[in-house]
């Protein structure tokens, strides 16, 4: 079945490294991808996404790399800062995201910024 | 905050009861769906809605049943035959492709 690869896991970096995480998936077909931003307790938010017709999109700190050919996206965020800790999520859509706009999620990595 | 909304906050279920979880948005969406959170995993899909009426299974379906009766609302029943219920459960709508969820529920069990 379709599946989406996580890692790493857990990530600790100081305050003003860059942080990356990276995700691969398994559906060809997959053309959406989007990450969201966890709290502790909390709803995941999105915080930004890409479609499988551009290779990088940037919002200020954070921006998101596509390689449809390797099959892999990741997630960059620059300048860190302490409330940038969080889990963070990717997920690509399963078969095109246009036929159900189902989802599948990675397993998530947990993002601590050191102050 | 995001139109949808889940209730309870917290909910407890006892051996061999069912248990309801509420979802409800105001978004207008015709997507919704139902996601279990692990400690340590991602979020697996247990059932979608794309049209009122109509709901199909995801993932992890065994032991939950939803209903569809009207566009604003898809609560997830919890039956007793979901042997480990224990985990956050997330309601999502989608429009264009962006999923909204509410703040979960977390479910124990006593």
């Known amino acids: 079945g379709e599946n989406v690869e996580q890692h790493p896991s857990t990530l600790s970096v100081q305050e003003g490294d860059s942080a990356v995480i990276k995700c691969t998936y398994s559906d060809s077909a997959s053309n959406y991808f989007p990450w969201y931003k966890q709290e502790l307790g909390k709803r995941p938010q999105l915080i930004i996404d890409?479609?499988?017709?551009?290779g990088e999109k940037k919002d200020q700190r954070i921006a998101v790399t596509l390689n449809k050919t390797a099959k892999h996206f990741s997630l960059h965020i620059t300048e860190t800062q302490p409330e940038d800790s969080a889990v963070y999520f990717c997920a690509a859509s399963i078969g095109s995201s246009s036929n159900t706009g189902k989802l599948i999620f990675g397993q998530g990595t947990t993002l601590q910024v050191k102050p | 905050d995001g139109g949808i909304t889940q209730s309870p906050k917290y909910l407890f279920r006892k051996e061999g009861q069912n248990v309801t979880l509420s979802c409800e948005q105001n978004l207008n969406h015709d997507a919704m769906y139902w996601y279990r959170q692990d400690p340590g995993q991602g979020l697996r899909l247990i059932y979608y809605s794309q049209i009122v009426n109509d709901f199909q299974k995801g993932d992890i379906a065994e032991g939950y049943s939803v209903s569809r009766e009207k566009k604003e609302s898809f609560p997830l029943t919890v039956t007793s035959a979901q042997k480990n219920p224990t985990a956050f459960y997330l309601c999502?709508?989608?429009?264009?492709?962006?999923?909204?969820f509410g703040a979960g529920t977390r479910l124990s069990v006593l």
């Open positions: 890409i479609r499988s017709n551009v």
């Open positions: 999502a709508s989608t429009r264009q492709n962006i999923q909204y």
